[in-house]
């Protein structure tokens, strides 16, 4: 009988009690959390509604048309200060984009500089390298920022003593002045003449490859690209008339006329976020190039390669995989970074939504604007460099 | 006897020592593009460094008054020499600052101590809350005699540092806890972990600290208030935690999956299985990018001077916006780019050399 009843016990599943049950318990843990997370949420949401309304501040987004009635130093479209908060904010976005965009491709070129002389043969070359990653790394952002500001500020002399090192460029306290070929309608034809080789070398690319997979032949598309790419342009400019009247900066009243210029802030941001990061980069790219294995090129050798197609076709394709993931978070620290601009006073989107608040009280919505945007471009880089890497990433057969 | 003194004889010692001209043809001048680039660097060198040593030391001046500093071209150490009592400390009381004094040291001494690894046991876990207890009575006082100062004068250095040090030790757990919850089975949790963890990394700090500064406030009901210093610290643990949360996870996904099924084989329930097998080998795998991490919130603290907390940065600033000191912004700031660059050197070297003895 005794051995009977075990029997049973052990084919029919014996019941577990609701306590000792993995799953169930799951779910009481989730629910738990779940009301706990809410709570909070209707706690402080209900705080906030009672002290807004105790302070009289109306929710939501209506300010945005009003108007926003405080200059702004530098802007990329056309604003005064009797436009609408939206075009306030708009200002702010591009100024954002601008120095993040600039920061990103000037950080990728000097970081890729300085990282490939940390490797390089030369002693003194690769100590220096190796001495401005260290020191660029270890010193805070903003404090570099407030550095570059001091010296552009104070040291500079003001715009009647300009320093000028060389003709057409002029450098004071107001920032960085420099001349620029006067507009003539030759120029808009060299942008169009730049975009139809643009599109003409992508099109020749593609061609290129479907030829050399069919027959094998290799087309020179790096040399034609070129020619294209500078031909076109001058022969516009020269189709154009050759105009080579410069803009050049003159000095009027207590500024310069004329010419474009760099503001201070803008140029303290920039040189600050581009030599912070790329002593990061310089990292990156060099742990990438020391990640492919002597054996690698030396194979690419024994195949008959020349040193151009070495690195093109080997080393750069597997460096590159390695690279890629840390860069792209390096430019998302690089975008984020550029916050630092209201710090020194550069109208950022940051430095633009912080104004409004203090001038409308709508603090919230401003925090939350500033978040949702930066989020934006957050997600945005990574979904390109994430699509970038797809690209590269290794095809296994 | 007579074979040994033979090989002695015919070989010879192998050169380990190359003279100083052969290593500067090996190492500056191989070819000709070195040669030039060499040449160039000398030439570079030549025309920046003497200037500058020109003005950082031999013209510079040390104990002087500001008057003294203006008449001639050389730095002006002595914004920072004459003022350094209110840019370590800030605005707590004079008299008092022996006890900030006394807590930073306290502070090194406990840093130095937890650098060697033989110290990392039970006892190390006793001595830190003792310590952070003595360093609060230090700065808050009014306890045992000590006059109280409040913390709204805590500023400068100790502030920084606290800022710091708390952050990071707060942010650790909380990462933890994040990672594990990204990790986990059940959707509720971690789903709320990944919205949390990516959305805090999408957004600047900056964002994190207006957040902290300007729209807590709101969150709060009437008649409460919370310090300002302790939201920034809040601020800062919130958005150190994300970052760690996802190194942590980098670990647990670099253990095997044998050590799971072997923690659920010997019946550890999920605590004991985490605890006791799978976090001692995840943490120790991620120590170098955790320290990198906690490098980059020792920085980035000093963020707190936006919403205008006197940390190192403010009270540094606040000392050049006095007209007898202004323009000398440069050498100020020098000096504190100088007092992080040897916190965050000691760090990576340190992270440099523990990276080494795990590996081995």
Known sequence: MQQESKISDITQPAKVSFWNDPDKRAIVYQVVTLGIVGLICHYLFSNTLANLERQSIATGFGFLKKEASFEIGESLIRYSAADSYTRALLVGILNTLLVSFIGVVLTVFLGIIIGVARLSENWLMAKLSALYIEVFQDIPLLLQLFLWYAIFYENLPSPRQAINPFAGLFLSNRGMVFAVPESHPAFRYVFIAIIIACILSFILKKWAKQRQDKTGEIFPVFSVYACMMLGFPLLAWWIGGAPTKMNIPKLSGFNFDGGVSLSPEFAALLLGLVLYTAAFVAEIVRAGIQSVSKGQTEAAMALGLKPVLILNLVILPQALRVIIPPLTSQMLNLIKNSTLAVAIGYPDFVYIANTTINQTGQAIEGVAMIMFVYLCFSLLTSAFMNWYNKKMALVER | ?360
Not at chain 2, 54 to 65: E, L
Not at chain 2, 84 to 107: K, Q, V
Not at chain 2, 242 to 252: F, K, P, T
């Open chain 2, 1 to 360: 006897m007579i074979t040994q003194t033979n090989t002695s004889e015919v070989l010879k010692r192998p050169i380990i020592h190359i003279g100083a001209i052969r290593w500067i043809r090996q190492n500056l001048f191989s070819n000709v593009f070195n040669s030039c680039l060499s040449l160039l660097i000398l030439f570079g060198l030549y025309k920046i460094v003497p200037p500058l040593v020109q003005w950082a030391i031999i013209k510079s001046h040390w104990f002087s008054t500001s008057t003294e500093c203006r008449a001639t071209g050389g730095a002006c150490w002595s914004v920072v020499t004459s003022n350094l009592r209110f840019i370590i400390f800030g605005m707590y009381p004079r008299e008092l600052h022996w006890r900030p004094a006394i807590a930073i040291i306290l502070l090194v001494i406990l840093l130095f101590y937890s650098k060697n690894r033989q110290h990392w046991n039970n006892r190390i876990l006793y001595i830190w809350p003792i310590g952070i207890f003595i360093m609060g009575l230090l700065m808050r006082g009014g306890l045992f005699g000590l006059e109280s100062v409040e913390s709204s004068k805590w500023s400068g250095l100790p502030l920084t540092l606290m800022l710091s040090v708390f952050g990071m030790f707060a942010a650790y757990p909380l990462g933890i806890m994040l990672a594990l919850g990204r990790r986990s089975k059940m959707p509720a949790i971690k789903s709320l972990c990944i919205v949390y963890i990516e959305i805090i990394r999408g957004v600047p700090l900056i964002s994190m600290l207006f957040m902290s500064a300007i729209m807590f406030p709101l969150f709060l009901p009437e008649g409460i208030t919370i310090d300002k210093i302790l939201r920034a610290q809040a601020a800062i643990i919130l958005f150190t935690a994300a970052y760690i949360a996802e190194v942590v996870r980098g670990g647990l996904q670099a253990i095997a999956r044998g050590q799971y099924e072997a923690a659920d084989s010997l019946g550890l329930n999920y605590y004991h299985k985490m605890r006791l097998v799978i976090l001692p080998q995840a943490l120790k795998i991620v120590i170098p990018p955790t320290v990198g991490i906690l490098i980059s919130a020792f920085k980035d603290t000093s963020l707190v001077v936006i919403i205008a907390l006197y940390d190192l940065m403010k009270t540094t600033q606040a000392t050049l916006s006095n007209p007898l000191w202004m323009g000398f912004s440069a050498e100020a700031f020098i000096f504190l780019a100088l007092i992080y660059l040897v916190c965050c050197y000691a760090m990576s070297n340190y992270s440099r050399k523990l990276e080494r003895e795990l590996h081995s």
